[in-house]
């Protein structure tokens, strides 16, 4: 019996709560159209008595079917009420019925007199919409001019379709001259709104170096931001994705890769001085440093989140500060203080300049050359404090008083 109700409140509990969620769920959608039909009676009242704020709400209300059924004839009726009294949102939807064919048999003419009169009035989407019209010779004459005019319009207020067109007509040169830069601005507006397409070619201008400086963090960045909303070229472009290996980089990878292997051969002869061992640590950090680059040539794409790609870079920025420090623990034993007094006062300058200079965060190269920089600055003095200290350390090349003699024996010849 015990074991019965074990098993019968927790169900019963479980039952008790989702019905509740349920019934509090079916209780607040029932309130909340409630209000909305509430709201748009109060809506018409005010329609019929000729506002044409009300007018234009209520052709919205019928044509999303809040508080009211859904019917496209009495959307259409009601904006156009509106739009004869110069309502420009309604003007622009009269003019989208029509081009739609909702409530009304589909007439460009209509629409393009419409969107012409919204447009007229400063509206952004009608303004779009009318260069797109223009463009495509939908309700008038084709005219190209006067399509990249209307769309220019729509951009300059913030138009995220008008702007991507732009960065779109910029960048082929069909219709203007061709302009990577301003190809460049135009897209870096819409995808700052967010705009799919937009993003997506964003990472490609900056993976290209077209119209402005080549930032490879920054193409996978949006390339990121635009497969997160479903683009499949971005997708394809992270998977292939990688950091392509500069002129001088194909030179000093290879050197720090034999320098690393030249300092790694006292590792057949075992670990017999402290010399031999700072030798062969210094060549495995060498080997990873050019794993890591390599890593970053081929996979870069795969860091799924812009703070990974920080933290790589500050991580590869580690690993080639220690194999500096090592080289020059080799090349010269007794710099120590100089060194970590210079890269002290090397890392609090570069830190004041970058707190002053915070707004340059915004571009792209900064982030990483802040995160890279500040690596082998820490790098180094961490690896430098650490060799430091072992120095001063009894290492096993220095002889006690009495080695080689056994406890209480005699020098020969004395």
């Not at 990878?253 to 062969?280: A, D, N, T, W, Y």
């Not at 440093?289 to 790589?312: K, R």
């Not at 623990?329 to 007094?341: E, T």
């Amino acid at each position: 019996m015990k074991l019965l109700w074990r098993i019968v409140v927790p169900v019963a509990c479980v039952a008790l709560t989702g019905g509740a969620a349920v019934t509090w769920h079916f209780l607040e959608a029932r309130a909340t159209q409630r209000k909305l039909v509430e709201g748009a009676k109060a809506c018409r009242v005010r329609a019929e008595q000729g506002e044409e704020n009300a007018q234009y709400d209520l052709g919205r209300l019928y044509y999303q079917g809040k508080g009211v059924t859904q019917d496209y004839s009495q959307a259409l009726s009601w904006y156009r009420k509106a739009a004869e009294q110069g309502n420009a949102k309604a003007q622009y939807g009269v003019g989208y019925m029509y081009y739609s064919g909702l409530g009304e048999t589909q007439d460009y003419a209509q629409a393009f007199t419409w969107y012409r009169k919204a447009a007229e009035q400063g509206n952004a989407k009608a303004q779009y919409d009318l260069a797109f019209m223009y463009h495509e010779g939908k309700g008038v004459s084709r005219d190209l001019a006067e399509a990249l005019n209307w769309c220019r319009k729509a951009a300059d207020q913030g138009d995220v379709k008008a702007e991507y067109v732009l960065g779109i007509t910029y960048f082929d040169g069909k219709e203007v001259p061709q302009d990577y830069t301003e190809s460049f601005r135009w897209h870096r507006k819409a995808a700052d709104q967010g705009y799919r397409e937009a993003e997506s070619n964003l990472g490609y201008l900056y993976y290209q170096g077209k119209g402005t400086w080549q930032d490879y963090a920054q193409a996978a960045y949006w390339y990121r931001k635009a497969a997160s909303q479903g683009d499949d070229y971005a997708r394809r472009a992270l998977s292939s994705m990688g950091i392509p290996f500069s002129p001088l980089s194909k030179i000093i990878l290879p050197v720090v890769f034999l320098f690393s292997v030249v300092l790694l051969l006292p590792l057949g002869k075992g670990f017999r001085s402290r010399q031999e061992r700072i030798m062969i640590w210094g060549g495995l950090l060498g080997l990873l440093c050019v794993g890591l680059d390599v890593y970053g040539h081929f996979q870069f794409g795969t860091l799924l989140a812009f703070s990974a790609v920080n933290v790589f870079y500050l991580g590869r920025g580690i690993l080639s500060g220690t194999f500096i420090s090592i080289l020059a623990r080799i090349a010269w034993p007794g710099g120590f203080k100089v060194v970590l007094a210079a890269i002290g006062i090397l890392f609090v300058g570069f830190n004041v300049y970058a707190a002053l200079h915070y707004d340059l965060r915004h571009f792209g190269a900064c982030p990483r050359a802040f995160y890279s920089t500040n690596g082998r600055l820490i790098g180094m003095a961490i690896a430098f404090a650490i060799l430091r200290r072992g120095q001063r350390e009894p290492t096993d090349e220095t002889p006690n008083d009495n080695h080689g003699m056994a406890s209480g024996a005699l020098p020969l010849g004395m």
